[in-house]
């Protein structure tokens, strides 16, 4: 697997170039057109996953934040 942390955004944009071109040799147009449909079908799939990850990273940070301030509040209503 790739570690994209390693690349500036020049050289991944580069990186990318260079795979298309590669990958789009010798093809026909109905082939690069599959081929697209494909990997953009990919793209979108990971985009979900990433939102998906992010969106429950979210909630759980909120729990946690609520569980804290029920535990502050909690504390600072009982007497010492």
Not at 36 to 49: A, K
Not at 69 to 75: D, V, Y
Request: charged share 25%.
């Amino acid at each position: 697997m790739i570690d994209f942390t390693q690349y500036t955004p020049e050289e991944l944009s580069l990186l990318a170039f260079n795979l298309a071109l590669i990958l789009s040799k010798d093809r026909t147009v109905e082939e690069l057109s599959v081929m697209s449909s494909f990997l953009l079908v990919i793209s979108d799939t990971i985009s979900l996953i990433a939102a998906q990850k992010a969106n429950l990273n979210a909630l759980k940070e909120k729990a946690l934040e609520k569980a804290q301030e029920n535990k502050t509040s909690k504390n600072q209503k009982e007497p010492l």
